[in-house]
């Protein structure tokens, strides 16, 4: 696979973000944790069976692989060369965006301009990357209530606290907190910062021109390739809402793994709401509202850690290794390949 130089110089100052910004995300969650949680009992992790803690990080990177086999499903649509290791690198990469920026946008932004340096147009990379976006609605829409249902079937006994929150007018007024905030960091670095809106409506122009094209084909060629594409975002997001009941499990406590689910898309889906990067703050927070009535208070604060490091730092940690050896690999390998200059003809006299 060949990788142009700029393809690290370029993201250098991002790693150097993700190196500062991690370990105070990391001091924040445990400082929620402090105040909100019994923290006496937060050696509860000595408990946790290990085999379950390993089961829980391997089913983590599991996201990685299956994103990967989806972008390279549209890019062969596109008729693009893109291996399935690019598909994975991206997938790694792209795991540093949630430090950075806020939930919603995620990996996203990486994704989008990784594409773009491999090939796509513009308006191609943002297709696929909308398109993923798309899939992951359609998938959340279809497994939300079929896992409710799921659980309604197997006569689930803690649904029934999901609407307390839902009730909670805290809830309600930190959610319309969020969009205001949202709606002010939209105006300020949308339109105040742009001095000529004619510029700005002329691009949007021609790249919704070129996305009205590349996504028409995808709606009219590719309804395959997105039915597969929804199946497996089902997977991957499956297997990320299941590392907390993983982690239940893992402390000896019986825990429905569809209950969990549910209760796990809830919190995500309002971790998007969310402005900071990584949710940070706000996610811990969601998940003792979500949690506090359904899991022993003796063991809330260390799932809480267990959810937050595999869910989040883990990722990210993995990532700059990967990253750190890659770069180190393809220095060793390019100093090596240097072959020195022969001299021709007679030497100078």
Same mark, same amino acid.
């Given at each position: 696979?060949?990788? /142009? ?8 100052? @991002?790693? *150097? ?29 000595? *408990?946790?069976?290990?085999?379950? @803690? ?5 089913? +983590?990177?599991?996201? %990685? ?6 972008? *390279? !499903? ?10 399935? =290791? ?41 297709? &696929?990357?909308?398109? !993923?976006?798309? /899939? ?50 939209? =105006?300020?670095?949308? %339109? ?6 004619? $510029?700005? +409506?002329? $691009?949007?122009?021609?790249? =919704? ?13 590719? $309804? ?6 929804? @199946?497996?975002?089902?997977?991957? %997001?499956? #297997? +990320?809402? #299941?590392?907390?009941?993983? @982690?239940?499990?893992? &402390? ?39 949690? $506090? ?13 267990? %959810? ?38 007679? !030497?100078?006299?």
């Amino acid at each position: 696979m060949k990788v /142009e130089k700029t393809d690290f110089t370029n993201r250098r100052k @991002l790693v *150097k973000r993700v190196l500062i910004f991690l370990p105070i995300f990391a001091i924040i969650n445990l400082i929620v944790v402090f105040l909100f949680t019994d923290s006496s009992d937060l050696l509860e992790i000595r *408990k946790v069976y290990p085999g379950y @803690l390993l089961l829980a990080a391997g089913i +983590r990177l599991v996201p %990685w692989f299956i994103k990967a086999i989806r972008i *390279k !499903n549209w890019m062969v649509f596109l008729q693009q060369k893109f291996s399935y =290791w690019q598909g994975v690198r991206i997938s790694i990469w792209s795991e540093l965006g949630p430090a950075v920026t806020p939930t919603a946008l995620g990996g996203q932004p990486i994704i989008l301009g990784m594409l773009y340096r491999r090939g796509l147009s513009a308006g191609e990379a943002a297709t &696929l990357t909308t398109v !993923n976006s798309v /899939e992951d609605i359609v998938a959340h829409t279809i497994g939300f209530p079929l896992a409710i249902l799921t659980g309604i079937v197997l006569q689930l006994n803690v649904l029934h606290h999901l609407h307390q929150v839902l009730h909670s007018r805290i809830l309600t007024f930190g959610i319309a907190l969020i969009v205001v905030v949202i709606l002010m960091f939209a =105006w300020r670095f949308l %339109w105040r910062r742009s001095g000529h809106p004619g $510029k700005i +409506r002329m $691009k949007i122009l021609r790249f =919704w021109i070129e996305f009205k094209s590349v996504y028409g084909s995808m709606i009219r060629r590719g $309804k395959l390739r997105f039915t597969l594409n929804v @199946l497996l975002s089902a997977i991957q %997001w499956t #297997s +990320r809402y #299941s590392i907390t009941a993983i @982690l239940v499990l893992g &402390l000896g406590y019986h825990v429905n793994i569809f209950a969990m689910i549910v209760i796990q898309m809830m919190v995500f889906a309002l971790m998007s709401l969310v402005p900071t990067p990584g949710a940070t703050g706000g996610a811990e927070g969601l998940f003792l509202l979500f949690f $506090k009535n359904i899991l022993p208070d003796s063991a809330i604060g260390t799932i809480l850690i267990g %959810w937050r490091f595999l869910d989040f730092y883990f990722l990210g940690i993995v990532s700059l290794i990967y990253i750190g050896t890659e770069t180190w690999y393809r220095k060793i390998r390019d100093s090596h390949s240097a072959e020195p200059v022969e001299q021709t003809g007679d !030497n100078p006299r």
